[in-house]
């Protein structure tokens, strides 16, 4: 047995022993998702936080996902395998500024992308995904005026879907931002063939060249069905793990970032677990998640209305 089947058992002894459950996002390293009791979107990841009958949950993904688990099963035990997985979206929409913001306009209602802190879901009315935002705005009557944080580009793609006008925070994901629409139109050209599929966090003109664009689990979808076999993917390079494992007779090729030499579409936060960390995770019960228990009875509503809308 070589050294990475003989982590992977210490690690499955521990889940059994321990009665844990490891959930890790699409955007994780493959050796992570292939250990993982479950792999999803940040959508199914909330729903499986809040069904799971396990003591632990071992978050392997960025701050606010652990974060979540925790809001929606206060009594598990939630761990986060390295403590510096934070969200470059998430931060920066800090909750004083946010505040101050939403003061300025007491008649909008506050939708909220889950890649917030506890703090910004405590002031937030409904949460959304990217796979439910659409749904969740328009579940919202047409008169209501409407904050939304953190994601401007998010914002403005979902302004341009519903009609509407919401306020947008001017926020974005480190990730998303690097990938432009000069590279695009170029990698494009030399993969004639190739659709463009994009994550709706990436810029406006990205999003106008792409052939398809949806959250984590569209995409997969969207792959997995349509009859291409080429496809350029303008998201977090974790999920080509998946499209090649489901769809291995298609290519799929990492949209290149505005500086190929930088390896921006790696988020460098979600990137930073790895198999030994799990381990150290669940052996040592470390990083604990602990919130202020106030803002988690404030942080669940706005969640628990998002799942309701869209069981
Ligand atoms: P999904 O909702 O598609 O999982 O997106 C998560 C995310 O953090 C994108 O940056």
Request: aromatic fraction near 6%; charge should be negative; proline fraction near 5%.
């Amino acid at each position: 047995m070589n050294s990475h089947d003989i982590l992977v058992g210490q690690i499955n002894s521990l889940r059994k022993e321990k009665n844990a459950v490891i959930l890790a996002h699409y955007y994780q390293i493959p050796e992570i998702q292939e250990i993982a009791d479950f792999v999803g979107d940040s959508l199914d990841l909330s729903r499986k936080s809040a069904e799971t009958n396990a003591d632990i949950i071992v978050f392997a993904g960025v701050n606010f996902m652990a974060e979540t688990a925790k809001i929606l099963s206060p009594q598990k035990r939630v761990f986060i395998p390295d403590l510096e997985a934070g969200c470059s979206l998430a931060e920066s929409c800090p909750s004083e500024e946010f505040r101050k913001f939403r003061e300025e306009y007491p008649d909008h209602m506050v939708v909220s992308y889950v890649n917030t802190t506890a703090g910004i879901k405590a002031m937030t009315d409904i949460t959304c995904t990217s796979t439910n935002a659409v749904q969740i705005i328009e579940s919202i009557p047409k008169e209501q005026k409407i904050i939304f944080a953190p994601d401007r580009n998010l914002g403005n793609y979902l302004n341009s879907i519903t009609g509407r006008n919401m306020l947008l925070w001017n926020g974005a994901c480190h990730v998303h931002e690097e990938f432009s629409l000069e590279k695009m139109l170029a990698i494009l050209k030399s993969h004639p063939k190739a659709k463009l599929i994009a994550h709706p966090e990436c810029q406006g003109p990205v999003l106008i060249a792409a052939d398809f664009v949806g959250s984590t689990s569209a995409l997969l979808k969207f792959v997995e069905t349509d009859g291409g076999s080429e496809y350029i993917v303008a998201t977090e390079s974790g999920i080509l793990h998946q499209m090649r494992k489901r769809n291995p007779q298609k290519t799929f090729i990492p949209a290149p970032p505005i500086d190929s030499t930088c390896g921006c579409n790696d988020c460098r936060f979600m990137k930073l677990h790895d198999l030994q960390k799990i381990f150290d995770s669940l052996n040592e019960e470390k990083f604990e998640i602990n919130l202020d228990m106030e803002i988690m009875e404030k942080a669940r509503k706005p969640m628990q209305r998002m799942l309701e809308l869209s069981a």
